[in-house]
């Protein structure tokens, strides 16, 4: 019906995410969950058990296969995404990543001063093969005997702007003080880590490309922690640094990119002007006044807040119609695809999942007969 | 110059903070910073040591005239405001506050379930009259013999679904899962707790504007972790209850009333129709685009970044000025009063401050004669 149609798409049992994401037609609304291989699921700490740690977990391309398959095996969902951390990066620039128990991420040689940030360096993608093997990996469990791919693989990355929270502050924080401090006081350290986190963020994208990824996503989980103005220098620059560096295409096939800047609605348009193809939206944003402001140039990924996952079958069933309506019916050229607005909590109850990824289905396609 | 002018303003010797938001002309923008009586003073940590503890320190009303006053000593700031805590109202409520040392604060009886809620009353305001003597008190120490008092006095009060968080989870949450679980699940619950603490706080507030408080400020600090749809249904509107109550006047004097909800600039139009006079933002909302949205419906209060304070003080200088461009050059009938997005952290260095201060008085002086 558009020319958009004439775009080639892999072959796979569901194409649905790539569909959306392209904003072709497609027959529901697409649906997969951030964080959907996760703790909440019993058969996930099985694994995880077997593997003894997390980056056990993470580093093992088998187990990160089998991680990465059990949500789709449970439900119906429409795209797999690889189980890793956004985190791999800095630990292969030498940053020392560990998971203390019960306890975040960190790092321990966080970047403080001048001489840290001399050393940085894009890492040696050599580093990070057993991610580049899991991403093989997935996509060759995904497709047994050769047949077409159950759904297709979304690989991701965190944004250089979060990495570089991560790698100064060398933990999580709740004032990213030290973050903030380097950026106000020493921006020019900053501008130069990020810098080489854009670069090897776009290397390490690429290679999961050449290794199977169908799309591609950067989170920018602490974008919205930064100021008007700061958000546009020291992460939408960088994210636009990665996205231009991107390979759009793989075997003839376009690779979808998605952004997510969690807290980033005010600087909606500019995210969408970056050159993604997705913006990702957390649950503050009402889907039907971002498509306003974005018209039809991106599609649009998200919104569910994952509490809802704690309520009623009933409960969650209107709170997955109100954000279908909220976003309303599909036209030509628009693309929605379903997510909660941030990752699955491990407290979920498992049964919430399948009410969700059911509800999302079934009256996305009612909304089409209604509309059609 | 206006209709305006004719408002009537208390005896001050600086009265700019109230010009500012009932959108009067001043001689340069007025500044206040929240948590300006705070721990980054070690005259603070002194009078802190002296009374025991947090609780000791905030319920007794000599402390808190002291501490509250410490920062004016020490910086031409515009306004005062009561040194206090959030958490008064559902304290006396009966729920048990304490503040464990190194942590934040904890409720021993937090609201779990319908019996918890079915008991739940606003409280005799006599259980806060500590919070009452204090505003009295500083008052007094304001105007010492009876002098017109050096700046106004600003009381506040937590929103009701602020105060609601902390409520139900008993505690600060980094998902806010047990609120917003019962906000899903029992939205009846949630209603009704919401009904009694917007009554709570409105009783409360206009007993701090009958003891003395000259404007008054609504912290809606969690209003941003709410999906859209569920800000307005579940924070707005209990807001809006506030502040239908409260006495828009006391002695004949206009009362301001502020309302401030951090990460709230996507739903800043129905903010500023909430019925308040001003509207304070984070740093995450550009004061031009803020000031564009509403007009000059209310004021404006903020938005730098606390973390600027640990920059040096040209860059300090540069960040003050830069905010003070965002807002634009003031014009009849607008309003703004300059903040701090968010509180100012403990480690603060004392001396940033005066650069803020000074810096925000006199390029805001500058920017009136270049646009007078």
Redesign the interface.
């Known amino acids: 019906m558009t020319a958009a149609t004439s775009i080639p798409l892999p072959p796979l049992a569901n194409d649905r995410f790539l569909r959306a994401c392209l904003r072709l037609p497609t027959d529901v609304t697409p649906v997969w969950l951030m964080r959907q291989a996760g703790r909440y699921l019993s058969e996930y700490r099985d694994t995880r058990a077997k593997a003894g740690s997390f980056m056990g977990l993470a580093t093992n391309p088998q187990y990160a296969t089998e991680v990465t398959l059990q949500p789709l095996d449970r439900y119906p969902l429409d795209a797999a995404i690889l189980f890793s951390d956004i985190l791999t990066v800095p630990d292969a620039m030498g940053l020392g990543l560990s998971f203390a128990q019960g306890e975040g991420p960190r790092f321990a040689h966080p970047l403080r001063d001048e001489a840290d940030v001399a050393k940085l360096q894009v890492p040696d993608m050599d580093k990070l093969r057993y991610v580049f093997d899991a991403v093989a990996s997935i996509r060759r469990a995904l497709a047994p005997g050769g047949a077409p791919g159950r759904v297709p693989l979304i690989g991701f990355s965190g944004s250089p702007w979060t990495l570089a929270c991560y790698m100064v502050e060398g933990a999580g924080s709740d004032?990213?003080?030290l973050v903030?401090?380097m950026?106000?006081?020493r921006p020019d350290l900053m501008h130069r880590i990020l810098e080489v986190n854009a670069d090897a963020v776009a290397a390490y994208l690429n290679a999961q490309i050449e290794a199977g990824a169908q799309a591609v996503m950067i989170f920018d989980s602490w974008g919205?922690v930064?100021?008007?103005?700061?958000?546009q220098r020291f992460s939408l620059t960088y994210t636009e640094r990665v996205l231009r560096q991107l390979k759009k295409k793989h075997d003839g096939y376009r690779v979808p990119q998605i952004v997510f800047t969690k807290?980033g609605?005010?600087w909606l348009e500019a995210i969408a002007d970056s050159g993604c193809d997705v913006v990702g939206l957390d649950?503050?944003?009402?889907l039907g006044?971002a498509r306003a402001r974005v018209g039809d140039r991106v599609a649009l990924q998200g919104n569910?807040?994952p509490?809802?996952l704690?309520?009623?079958p009933e409960?969650i069933r209107a709170?997955v119609a109100?954000t279908l309506e909220?976003f309303g019916p599909p036209s030509a050229g628009s693309g929605h695809v379903f997510n909660l607005?941030h990752g699955i909590?491990q407290?979920t109850p498992p049964d919430s999942v399948s009410v969700l990824v059911d509800a999302v289905h079934s009256y996305s396609r009612q909304q089409r007969g209604a509309a059609g």
Chains 1, 2 share one sequence.
């Open positions: 004032d990213y003080r903030k401090t950026l106000y006081r919205g930064l100021a008007d103005g700061a958000f807290g609605g005010l649950w503050t944003m009402n006044a569910l807040d509490n809802v704690f309520a009623d409960q709170e109100r909220s607005g909590s407290h």
